[in-house]
Nanobody, 125 residues
Framework: QVQLVESGGGLVQAGGSLRLSCAGSGRTFSTYAMGWFRQAPGKEREFLASISWTGSIKYYADSVKGRFTISRDNAKNSVYLQMNTLKPEDTAVYYC??????????????????WGQGTQVTVSS
């Protein structure tokens, strides 16, 4: 079992930056692929980025490619999402997720086993 806690959300002006953090519990955290998703009101939860347990493989959604960067620090049981050039349409609740399968780096919700409670990001125009 892994527990995930996101932090770093908040209110930012368009064009600004935020860095989200996700802290995981458990000694097996470093063996899990990790992902970031978001959900805006009235919309489906959307894949943003994922990273392999080694950090060597990363995938991004087209909507955030070039603006968002996923990274991890296994020594700290943490994964991060650096978000730059934020837009009002980036406003959503952001979630991190963990996948127990060590041989894939998922890009869909169904591939993830554990989820955090989410952190709100609001981008004002």
């Amino acid at each position: 079992q892994v527990q995930l806690v996101e932090s770093g959300g908040g209110l930012v002006q368009a064009g600004g930056s935020l860095r989200l953090s996700c802290a995981g519990s458990g000694r097996t955290f470093s063996t899990y692929a990790m992902g970031w998703f978001r959900q805006a009101p009235g919309k489906e939860r959307e894949f943003l980025a994922s990273i392999s347990w080694t950090g060597s493989i990363k995938y991004y959604a087209d909507s955030v490619k070039g603006r968002f960067t996923i990274s991890r620090d296994n020594a700290k049981n943490s994964v991060y999402l650096q978000m730059n050039t934020l837009k009002p349409e980036d406003t959503a609740v952001y979630y991190c997720a963990a996948d127990r399968n060590p041989i894939r780096v998922g890009i869909t919700r169904r591939e993830y086993d554990y989820w955090g409670q989410g952190t709100q990001v609001t981008v004002s125009s």
